[in-house]
């Protein structure tokens, strides 16, 4: 199954991703250039230096420039240097029609920066467009003019041939924007048809008081693109927008495939509005939302909202994840209700006087205190509810690490959030005791109550979910109808004797059955309706509607809906 994990979710989406990190990293370049020497001035540099060259930056700067790139080409800082440019220094590269364009800006920073448009990159060509914007600053903002720090957006139309896809990573940058401004740290907008992928990964971002786009803004048309959001550290103020936001819309003809995944998002002095807010406006937005930590949120941790009218449709999985201390409810789907599930997440559920609150999913966990580590450290201690009571089953495969790079699964199950609390070898804590490895059992039961997997070499056992899975799986009324204890095979039961056998049919994953139940949850118990219903639908994304009007001014928006 390695690799697989979310096909059933979402076909082609894993091999998009490969697809797109097969493209990222540097290319060798054609001829290194060091700066000072090169010419007397950067742009100067930039200007005679060949296609696909390297400018390495041996300053610290200041460097008092506005710099325009118009072929490929990698710009970062020398070994040793931290070349700092002065605030209202820009950086403009374009990617021309011709051929495919490589782009890397890495190592630069601006302290303060600029209110808008530091770093703006625009993509040009029916080539492939590979894009690296890694391990930058901006700390700081001076100037009053609203805009983003870094966008990264699609030439605008009519354009002479359709563009190629994007490869694009953000990994590893600071951003840090003071109250007072209406600076955003990123726009990626691409209103042209656009395919490929984006990876928003390690990045830390703080924001105060503003008043315009997200911090992490994403804004789609057409095309099929293929975004992952992972390991990012957010904290914002902003209480009119999210601390990610997903915006799908268009003819109705594109599509994004989204994991957002390991993010920590807090909310402080009055913000954020959403942790992680989606809308389909027109198209299809496929989402992912696991294992993060979003604490404080000024109206919802996940907000997913649309237009079902307008072609706008959304389906996925929101799972796994610490979202607490929200304003109104944790998690709010105002639309797509039958085609987005939440499962299985640690919430506070407070709800407001002037908002009646979501009810939270039968499968969550609803805690006052999910006693975090401290004031600021959101890792959970060890007599949280949220500890080894994550579902495995709806861990993908390939998410093998928290957000401090340690494993996933160190004790029987998973835990809730962004975090995993470490075990170190051979502890008998008992959040730490394993389960026999996989070489020992042959990871099996016999109940398909409790499907077994193997992960990190413990043989682990899949609890039900909620009524849908035991009516399904286990062809059974309730969970507590299954067994209270799961039951590996007889060599490895122990006490409890051998697993009993079962003369129902061998059930399909368990994820068909919870997709396909929840499509009937009025089905008799007594009939399994994975014999009825057949494929999963998580896999299909039914056909956009036909839109029958145009609006005659759409506008841009966030993940709407009070």
Request: charged share 20%; proline share 11%; glycine share 10%.
């Amino acid at each position: 199954m390695k690799g697989d994990s979310l096909a059933w979710l979402h076909p082609g989406v894993t091999a998009g991703l490969d697809a797109g990190r097969a493209s990222r990293g540097p290319p060798p370049p054609t001829v290194t250039l060091t700066f000072p020497g090169c010419a007397p001035t950067l742009q100067g540099c930039i200007a005679n230096a060949p296609e696909g060259a390297l400018i390495q930056l041996a300053t610290n700067g200041p460097i008092d420039e506005d710099l325009d790139i118009e072929k490929s080409l990698q710009l970062r800082a020398a070994p040793g240097f931290e070349p700092v440019f002065t605030p209202f220094s820009t950086i403009f590269a374009l990617a021309p029609a011709g051929m495919p364009r490589h782009l890397l800006i890495q190592g630069l920073t601006w302290e303060p920066a600029g209110s808008s448009g530091v770093l703006e990159v625009v993509h040009g060509t029916e080539g492939q467009f590979d894009v690296e914007i890694l391990d930058n600053r901006f700390v700081g903002i001076t100037g009053g003019t609203a805009g983003s720090l870094v966008t990264v957006s699609t030439a605008g139309t009519p354009l002479p041939a359709p563009l190629g896809p994007i490869a694009l990573s953000l990994a590893g940058n600071e951003f840090d924007v003071p109250s007072g401004t209406e600076t955003n740290p990123v726009a990626l907008s691409f209103t042209s048809a656009l395919g490929g992928t984006v990876r928003v990964a390690g990045n830390t971002v703080r924001t105060a008081d503003q008043r315009q786009q997200s911090a992490i803004d994403l804004y789609h048309t057409e095309g099929e693109l293929a975004v992952e959001v992972e390991r990012n550290v957010i904290a914002s103020a902003n209480p009119e927008q999210s601390g990610v936001n997903v915006y799908q819309t268009g003819d109705g003809s594109g599509r994004i495939v989204a994991r957002v995944f390991d993010n920590l998002m807090t909310g402080f002095d009055g913000g954020m509005r959403f942790g992680v807010g989606f809308y389909a406006s027109a198209g299809t937005i496929d989402l992912t939302v696991l294992h993060n930590t979003i604490v404080s949120a000024s109206l919802r941790a996940v907000q997913v909202g649309g237009r079902e009218d307008l072609g706008g449709h959304a389906s996925g999985i929101i799972a796994n994840n610490v979202l607490v201390f929200s304003e109104r409810s944790d998690v709010g789907i105002h639309q797509f209700s039958d085609t987005v599930m939440e499962r299985r997440n640690l919430v506070t559920h407070i709800g407001g006087p002037d908002d009646a609150p979501e009810a939270p999913s039968p499968d969550d966990i609803v805690v006052t205190d999910p006693q975090f580590v401290g004031p600021d450290d959101y890792r959970l201690e060890p007599t949280s509810l949220g500890i080894n009571t994550a579902s495995i089953e709806l861990l993908p495969e390939d998410i093998m690490s928290d957000l401090d790079r340690n494993p996933r699964v160190a004790g029987p199950a998973p835990d809730m959030g962004a975090y995993e609390l470490p075990c170190e070898p051979d502890s008998t804590e008992p959040h730490c005791v394993k389960q026999p490895s996989c070489e020992e059992t042959g990871c099996t039961t016999a109940d398909p109550c409790y499907p077994a997997r193997c992960i990190n070499d413990q043989c682990v056992v899949v609890e039900p979910i909620g009524v849908e899975h035991a009516r399904c799986a286990c062809d059974r009324p309730t969970p507590s109808s299954c067994p209270s204890t799961p039951l590996l095979k007889a060599s490895v039961a122990g006490p409890r004797g051998p697993a009993p056998t079962s003369s129902a049919p061998p059930p399909p994953p368990a994820h068909l059955c919870i997709r396909a139940c929840s499509r009937a949850p009025s089905r008799p118990s007594s009939a399994p309706s994975w014999e009825s219903t057949g494929a999963p639908c998580w896999g299909r994304s039914r056909p956009p509607a036909r839109r029958t009007s145009r609006p005659t001014s759409p506008t841009r928006a966030s993940a709407s809906g009070s």
